[in-house]
């Protein structure tokens, strides 16, 4: 069966400093996999998609970027953190955009 | 563009009621449609997804409908439990995105 994994649960992290949030996918092969952020009694603003190694798309101008690494692996990165990057950061993946899994999600902090 | 909406945004009941819980969304011209249920600081589980030729799934208590035609599904949640509640979103494939609703936070009160 397939599973993901995302790390860490929580993060605090100062304003300035880095950003590395990983997901991965068990149990398939070429999934395409997501970034969302979940902003507190909002819905899930997509960030970034990717279909394949290296194929990374992204929805909204912003100061983070993502990776991929490896077909299963997917990385959240920033250089240097906003205080407007605190939210809720779930990872997921989906066979070819039909039925969509998701992490367990990171809180992030930004102090 | 899509875009989908919940009502309510939030429902509190008794144990033991059955509920409704609506979703609709603009462009009728979709591939399926997913509930999720989401634990507060938790991710999304998905709990039924329909796809764009059915009418309705059912899961255990939960029976989902889908009518693509008026742009609406309903979940359905039959002698509901303390704990059901949680916040209970729709979802549906756009582009290479799912466009959400805002969620209906449901609290079942025993």
């Known amino acids: 069966s397939q599973t993901i994994h995302q790390w860490p649960a929580t993060l605090v992290q100062p304003v300035g400093s880095p950003l590395s949030l990983e997901c991965t996918v068990e149990?398939?092969?070429?999934?395409?996999l997501y970034w969302y952020r979940q902003a507190a009694g909002r819905g899930l603003q997509l960030l970034f998609y990717?279909?394949?190694?290296?194929?990374i798309s992204s929805e909204v101008p912003q100061n983070l970027s993502a990776s991929r690494p490896q077909d299963r692996q997917f990385i959240l990165s920033s250089k240097k953190l906003l205080l407007s990057d605190s939210g809720f950061y779930l990872c997921?993946?989906?066979?070819?955009?039909?039925?969509?899994?998701f992490g367990q999600g990171t809180r992030l902090t930004v102090v | 563009k899509q875009e989908v909406t919940q009502i309510p945004a939030a429902l509190s009941v008794p144990e033991g009621e059955n509920l409704v819980l609506n979703c609709s969304f603009t462009?009728?011209?979709?591939?399926?449609l997913q509930w999720f249920r989401q634990d507060p600081g938790k991710g999304l589980t998905s709990l039924l997804l329909i796809q764009s030729s059915q009418r309705e799934q059912t899961s255990g208590r939960l029976n989902a409908s889908l009518d693509k035609s008026s742009g609406r599904s309903t979940l359905y949640i039959a002698a509901s439990q303390p704990g059901d509640s949680a916040t209970y979103l729709c979802a549906v494939p756009w582009n290479n995105d799912m466009r959400f609703g805002a969620g209906t936070r449901l609290t079942v009160k025993p």
């Open positions: 462009d009728s011209a979709i591939y399926n």
């Open positions: 997921a993946w989906s066979p070819e955009n039909t039925e969509a899994f």
């Open positions: 149990g398939t092969s070429n999934p395409n």
């Open positions: 990717s279909v394949g190694i290296g194929q």
